[in-house]
């Protein structure tokens, strides 16, 4: 086995600012303060970093169009949120090396001439939390930060880390996206008319995985950068797999690293005698099967088998599991984390939920499945935000790909199998491998 390319996820916990100078930290900060900032986001373009966050956005392009806008106030925004079921990249990197985050911030403000850097996690990040504000102080104290850092601490919701939900909770309301026409880097945090001018103060919201990567591009360059990781998708990933696997864990690898080898290698592999049968990649993309397994996680390749990387983290699923369970869980989960200010989302995500439970439980038949499956192609209608779509991805696909399993349940149920919980965790207890779940919401 080829040892992986690493940079992100070191093996060793980085425990103070003098450890992480003397693996050349700070580098890349102290290079990009002596370039102009139009000639470090040609560094980065050139790199061409993607956002880790999910959707796989060119880093460059949001950072352009801050730089580039008219309006002077700007902030910048991490997201470390983590909120994807199955996902736990970003706070196992902030707890192995926070300085490597916030130099990366320190490098996206002075692009963007930001005003004021915001940080934004759960409550219950509380070590995620330590372990920054500490590295905050310590880095303000070696005059490494240069644009102020603020940590916003928000609630337990799924939609915390919907950059339009943060920019929210960043200005002291509820995780609920606003409304808007307009991209964050295009019309941001504290908007404004005075004396009939209006201020969008754009704001970059990037991923804290997106970030964490700058500092290292800025030092050893972007051919390095390009050097690993494919065309498409350059660099590494940190990728939580977690699921019917024997070794559950955070792993950082090459993008392009085939899915098989995340799950066979790095995963443990199915136990002994079971097969994988199903993947998501969080509760966001349509289910992966089987025989695409051998699909490089990149964010082209993935969506050219109409799935999607998101966020690294993957939920694997071996033959003895119920995928009627399993859509009908995930239905729920997003059904209970929509905010309802979107008719066709809330009542998309209820009805889908409704008819995915007759099913499990006995009462359904084909008019379910399909007005589940109807529910969730039309939940995306004129909403605010990406979470209903998530659902038209899940329930259409899963049946799609298991049409036999769901026929099967008509007026009969599921009796053979065990229920599933959406796998939120909470925490990894990384000495023993073994992630900690929460439950989430609980039906009402
Ligand atoms: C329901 C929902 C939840 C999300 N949760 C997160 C999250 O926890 N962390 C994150 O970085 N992005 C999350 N995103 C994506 C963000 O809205 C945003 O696209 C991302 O932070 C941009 O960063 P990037 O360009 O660096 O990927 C979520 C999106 C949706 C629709
Ligand atoms: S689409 Fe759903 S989750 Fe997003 S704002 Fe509307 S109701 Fe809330």
């Known amino acids: 086995m080829a040892a992986p390319t690493k940079f992100l996820l070191p093996d060793k916990t980085i425990e103070s600012l ?13 290079k990009a303060l002596k370039m102009t ?16 966050g999910g959707a796989g956005f060119p880093t460059a392009i949001k950072w352009t169009t801050i730089a580039h806008s008219p309006c ?7 997201n470390a949120a983590e909120g994807e079921p199955g996902t736990f990249k970003d706070r196992t990197m902030i707890r192995r090396n926070p300085y490597q985050l916030l130099e990366g911030i320190q490098i996206a ?28 102080e310590e880095m303000t104290a070696r005059g490494m930060i240069h644009t102020p850092v603020q940590i916003v601490r928000g609630p337990e919701d799924y939609l915390l880390g919907e950059e339009r939900a943060l920019l929210e909770v960043i200005e002291g309301k509820e995780a609920m996206p606003r409304e808007a026409d307009n991209p964050p880097y295009q019309i941001g945090l504290f908007t404004r008319t005075m004396y009939d001018v ?3 103060n754009p704001t970059d ?27 498409d998708t350059p660099g590494t990933m940190v990728f939580t797999i977690c699921g019917d696997v024997q070794t559950p864990g955070v792993y950082e690898l090459p993008m392009g690293t085939p899915l098989r080898e995340l799950i066979d290698l790095w995963g443990g592999g199915t136990r002994p005698g079971r097969k994988v049968k199903a993947i998501y990649s969080g509760v966001t993309n349509p289910v992966i099967t089987a025989d695409n397994l051998d699909t490089p996680l990149d964010f082209g390749s993935m969506r050219k088998i109409g799935a999607g990387l998101g966020s690294g983290g993957y939920i694997i699923y071996d033959d003895s599991t119920c995928m009627v369970r399993v859509a009908h869980r995930y239905a729920e989960f997003l059904y209970l984390e929509s905010c309802g200010q979107c008719t066709s989302c809330k009542d998309g995500g209820h009805a889908a939920t409704i008819h995915l439970r007759k099913l499990v439980e006995g009462s359904g038949n084909s008019v379910d499945v399909a007005a589940a499956v109807q529910a969730a192609v039309k939940a ?22 298991f049409p036999d399993e769901f026929s099967s349940h008509y007026n009969r149920g599921c009796r053979d199998h065990a229920d599933i919980t959406v796998p939120k965790i909470a925490d990894y207890d990384e000495s023993a491998r073994n992630f900690i779940y929460t439950h989430g919401r609980t039906t009402p």
């Open 380 to 401: 995306p209608s004129g909403t605010r935000c990406f979470l209903p779509s998530e659902l038209a991805n899940i329930v259409p696909s899963t049946v799609n790909a």
């Open 72 to 78: 002077p106030t700007r902030y910048m925004v991490c």
């Open 198 to 200: 209006y201020e969008p």
């Open 205 to 231: 919201v990037n991923n804290a995985e997106t970030l964490s990567n700058v500092g290292h591009i800025l030092r050893e360059g972007a051919d390095w950068f390009r050097s690993m990781g494919t065309a």
């Open 109 to 136: 403000a002075y692009v963007i001439s930001a005003r004021k850097c915001f940080i934004g996690m759960k409550t219950s990040f509380e070590r995620e939390y330590r372990r920054l504000a500490a590295a905050v």
């Open 37 to 52: 900032p139009a000639e470090v986001l040609g560094e980065v373009k050139k790199a061409g970093l993607r956002g880790r």
């Open 18 to 30: 003098d450890a992480y100078v003397a693996t050349g930290g700070g580098e890349g900060l102290k």
